[in-house]
């Protein structure tokens, strides 16, 4: 009896399978089918090694009992196919709903089983002479048929969803069917050549190498599964309707990269050691060196998180080590339900989108993307867009206000705020709009729009001769670290011929500046052309004092808030006494801003502040306004 093939390909499949189950899967819906075709294959084979015997000892055994056994080795071969079928279509079910996807899988299933009943109950004769062995008749016959059936059904659904197939997993089923279809027309022809079953394992070997290898998807740094396949087992959990949480874990880097780096990869190849405790996740490895994990309940996650916490502190705690390691603390972008995102790709885009360096989470260690985030979200897009179509449109409205001279005792300088103007007309605030475009960077093209509209202003009514000596102008922390600023400002202010010894900027969140060096020098060069710079906002937050000595400013700007306590609260009243003496002992001058009413606007001139600017005297005012309320008090 000759069936050396049938076993070299049983041998084939049994190392298959003992390589496949040695590592970890994702479970995607493809690998548990690939996992039936090769269960089916066995099947196949050992069918075929049974029907074999079965007919070479046809003597010994009741001809229904050997007629079974050729008729389960064809059914067998009918389902390997059929296996094949569904492995090649299992990714493809992503881009149904799940109403086509059901009856599609049903008329195949249909048509599989009818299959089956008509094999079952047609003839079957087989033929030994000795040597050669085969079975044949209408039953083989329709055999040849469905089987050839399911493999133009299989090369059918390569060509016709070729978009949504991966072109390698196309290729590879394509020799597969190939050297099947051969092999079925050579054993066809030749009967007594079985190798139709042996075909099948070879086919199994080239989807293993070419795409169902779990080491390809196991990152080679880290063991973790890789980044390569988080899309696709995202989408196969979106598509079979699972709900499950998510953790990204990241490290915030900020300052000295050369330390920072060391500092990161030895974080990381902890972290990334002690991930391989966590049995309630699938964890994966990304490229840029972050990790995410994928819970199926929440209460994994936050238990994980606890333990990972736990980790560290116990390395940082401990007295051996510590001084070798300092570990950079690790930063939690949590996605708690997964049906946050319609799909795959939404969930990648909202994970990248909340990283902590893209972001002002840069205190917080943690962030967490649910229903309020979201909306949150959304509001930010619409008001970004709101504000690039004011910009585009010409919208932004620069109202003036102007600020009061105790000495002179006229208005001789006026603060720049931005409004913009929406279609019907009503203004929008700048707290509406600007802490938010500061976020997203755009904040130097609107501020340079901003200022083109300011100078315009200035050189077309000749504001100076109005006695106005100063237009100060709101300047963001992001922009005064822009290694441009200089020269575009400089560049406006060429254009529209406006003399700099006009202009003052006031500096505003001076603790979130993040290169000190090149907000100074930037300064410094304004500062050569006449441009003067304050404090703004002094007294409220986090407090900025120590950037009075630091910072080449002229002007401190005391905080309204700051003038509103003043008048309540004994220790604000102490705060501004010693705040004046001290600027004043520096050479500073003082702006008190929020003055209301007449009598915060003569304690502030008892105290010496040297100017005053508020609702008292006037709101912040468009263009012409402004401009008749400084005629008729200047002039
Ligand atoms: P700010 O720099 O502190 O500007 C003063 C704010 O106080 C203005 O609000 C002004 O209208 C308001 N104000 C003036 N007098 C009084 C008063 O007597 N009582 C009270 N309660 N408020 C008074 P506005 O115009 O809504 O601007 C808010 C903030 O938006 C500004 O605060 C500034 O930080 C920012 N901003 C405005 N324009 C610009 C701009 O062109 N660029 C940048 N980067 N920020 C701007
Ligand atoms: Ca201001
Ligand atoms: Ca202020």
Redesign the pocket.
């Given at each position: 009896m000759n069936i050396y093939t049938q076993l070299c390909g049983l041998a084939i499949i049994a190392v298959l399978l003992f390589f496949y189950k040695k590592e970890p899967t994702m479970g995607l819906s493809s690998e548990r089918r690939f996992i039936i075709t090769l269960y089916m294959i066995i099947g196949c084979v050992i069918l075929d090694i049974a029907s074999c015997y079965f007919i070479v000892n046809s003597g010994r055994y009741k001809e229904t009992v050997v007629l079974i056994f050729c008729k389960l080795y064809l059914l067998s071969l009918q389902s390997v196919s059929f296996a094949t079928l569904g492995y090649t279509i299992a990714d493809l079910f992503t881009f149904y709903g799940t109403y086509h996807e059901k009856m599609i899988g049903r008329f195949l299933q249909f048509f599989y089983i009818l299959g089956m009943f008509i094999t079952i109950s047609l003839p079957i004769s087989y033929y030994y002479d000795g040597v050669s062995l085969y079975s044949y008749g209408p039953a083989t016959y329709a055999t040849y048929f469905l089987v050839a059936l399911h493999i133009l059904a299989i090369i059918g659904s390569t060509i016709f969803f070729k978009a949504h197939l991966k072109q390698r997993k196309i290729n590879a089923i394509l020799v597969w069917m190939a050297i099947w279809s051969m092999c079925a027309i050579i054993q066809f022809i030749k009967p007594q050549f079985l190798i139709v079953s042996f075909a099948a394992c070879i086919g199994a070997l080239i989807m293993y190498f070419e795409m169902e290898n779990p080491q390809s998807t196991i990152s080679r740094k880290t063991g973790h599964f890789s980044s390569a396949v988080i899309h696709d087992y995202f989408n196969y959990l979106y598509q079979s309707k699972q709900r499950f949480s998510v953790m990204m874990i990241s490290f915030k880097t900020l300052g000295d990269a050369a330390t920072e780096n060391k500092m990161l990869r030895k974080t990381i190849n902890m972290l990334s050691d002690f991930l391989f405790n966590i049995e309630s996740a699938k964890v994966f490895d990304t490229a840029e060196g972050y990790f995410l994990l994928v819970f199926e309940s929440n209460d994994f996650m936050e238990s994980t998180k606890f333990k990972i916490a736990t980790y560290f502190q116990s390395i940082e705690d401990n007295p051996d080590i510590a001084d070798a390691v300092t570990l950079l603390h690790p930063f939690y972008t949590i996605v708690p339900d997964s049906s946050i995102a319609f799909d795959a790709d939404e969930l990648m885009m909202l994970l990248t989108n909340f990283l902590p360096n893209n972001h002002e989470t840069i205190a917080k260690n943690e962030i967490i993307i649910d229903k309020s985030t979201m909306a949150d979200l959304q509001k930010r897009k619409q008001i970004e867009k709101m504000v690039v179509a004011a910009m585009e449109d010409n919208r932004l409205e620069?109202?003036y206000?102007p600020i009061y001279n105790v000495q002179t005792k006229t208005y001789t300088g006026a603060?720049?705020?931005?409004?913009i103007k929406l279609l019907d007309g009503t203004l929008v605030?700048?707290?509406d709009f600007?802490p938010i475009v500061?976020e997203t960077g755009r904040?130097v093209p609107?501020?340079d729009s901003?200022y083109k509209n300011v100078f315009t202003f200035m050189k077309s009514y000749r504001i100076e001769k109005l006695g106005i000596q100063k237009i100060e102008?709101?300047?963001?922390v992001k922009?005064s670290e822009n290694p441009v600023f200089v020269s575009r400002i400089l560049e406006l202010i060429n254009n529209n011929t406006i003399d700099p010894k006009l202009l003052n900027f006031?500096i505003?969140e001076t603790n979130s500046i993040q290169s000190k060096e090149s907000v100074l020098a930037n300064m410094e060069k304004l500062m050569e052309h006449g441009i003067s710079f304050s404090l703004?906002?002094f007294g409220a937050g986090s407090s900025n004092l120590n950037y009075i000595v630091d910072m080449p400013v002229e002007i401190v700007?005391l905080?309204?808030h700051l003038t509103e306590e003043y008048f309540n609260n004994p220790k604000a009243q102490a705060i501004v006494k010693t705040v004046v003496q001290m600027a004043h002992s520096m050479g500073l001058r003082i702006i008190s801003?929020?003055?209301?009413t007449e009598e915060q606007k003569i304690a502030m001139e008892d105290l010496g502040i040297d100017y005053l600017?508020?609702?008292?005297f006037s709101?912040?005012l468009p263009e012409h306004e402004f401009l008749r309320f400084i005629q008729q008090f200047n002039l």
């Open positions: 620069i109202h206000q603060e720049a705020l931005v409004r605030y700048p707290n600007i500061e904040i609107l501020s901003i102008l709101n300047l963001s922009q006031e505003t703004d906002d700007k905080d309204k801003e929020g003055i209301e600017q508020g609702y008292y709101y912040p």
